[in-house]
């Protein structure tokens, strides 16, 4: 399809990695990102928090954007514990997510906080990839579109451009569990995704990304990034292991040809 994004494939590390495997394993996928030059993909890795400044200067001169896995709303102040995105960006950071169902679940995030979160990653001109999901219950009881469609407005704020901002689909069931929805059902999100973009963003919805999050690994994620509207993947397990995630960004697909 004409005009269809380049993929981003991202890692989410989680609470996982102290310094010596987290530098090891940046080091295995950098160096096995070389011979996939010719392929037009985007790559960004989420380590911990205490990875990421030196990770961010690491991976400076390479294709890979470090990212970080939550920040405050806030810009400063008396907020202990908390992370700026302001700080973030000075740490070199290029991305950060907001909004991941495990966010939501642990510490009671909501719609309203995830936007705000978003526009303080947007403020820095650092990109917001913003998840949204459904519990298994919620599929269950067929609210998975329901669901969704509330979770985009709420938490996609109207900043929101297709160079800034990335949605991630993660249904909350298939997060670590090795099941996923099908093609049909992942398709189906997608492409309602999109036109919910479409309609309140207009052209710059129609370019916004939409990635696949839920158990995507090494086997399944050639079938996956083949889905309309599929525009990458935002990678948890997996990404702990170079060759699952490399073989992943390889079975990105080709753009088409122009014009055809």
Do not use: H, Q, S
């Given at each position: 399809?004409?005009?269809t994004p380049i993929p981003l494939i991202a890692g989410n590390w989680k609470m996982n990695m102290v310094h010596s495997k987290g530098m090891g394993l940046a080091t295995g996928i950098a160096e096995g990102l070389d011979p996939i030059g010719m392929i037009p993909v985007d790559v960004a890795i989420c380590p911990p928090l205490t990875l990421a400044a030196e990770l961010g200067a690491f991976l400076a001169a390479t294709r890979i954007v470090v990212g970080a896995q939550d920040c405050s709303p806030l810009e400063e102040g008396a907020h202990t514990g908390d992370v700026s995105a302001n700080m973030l960006k000075n740490a070199g950071v290029g991305c950060c997510i907001v909004g991941h169902s495990e966010r939501r679940a642990d510490h009671g995030e909501d719609d309203i906080l995830v936007n705000a979160k978003a526009r303080a990653v947007l403020a820095t001109g650092m990109t917001a990839i913003i998840c949204i999901g459904e519990t298994e219950s919620q599929r269950d009881a067929g609210e998975t579109i329901d669901v969704v469609t509330k979770q985009l407005a709420g938490s996609v704020p109207?900043?929101?451009?297709?160079?800034?901002?990335v949605i991630a689909y993660e249904p909350v069931w298939a997060i670590g569990t090795g099941k996923t929805p099908t093609l049909e059902e992942i398709g189906e999100v997608h492409g309602k995704i999109r036109a919910l973009l479409y309609d309140r963003f207009d052209y710059d919805g129609a370019a916004i990304r939409i990635l696949y999050g839920g158990s995507v690994n090494a086997d399944n994620a050639h079938d996956?990034?083949?889905?309309?509207?599929v525009n990458g993947a935002l990678v948890g397990g997996a990404s702990l292991d170079s060759e699952a995630f490399l073989k992943i960004i390889r079975d990105c697909p080709a753009p088409p040809i122009p014009g055809s």
């Open positions: 399809m004409a005009g109207d900043e929101a451009l297709n160079t800034n901002t996956i990034l083949r889905v309309e509207n």
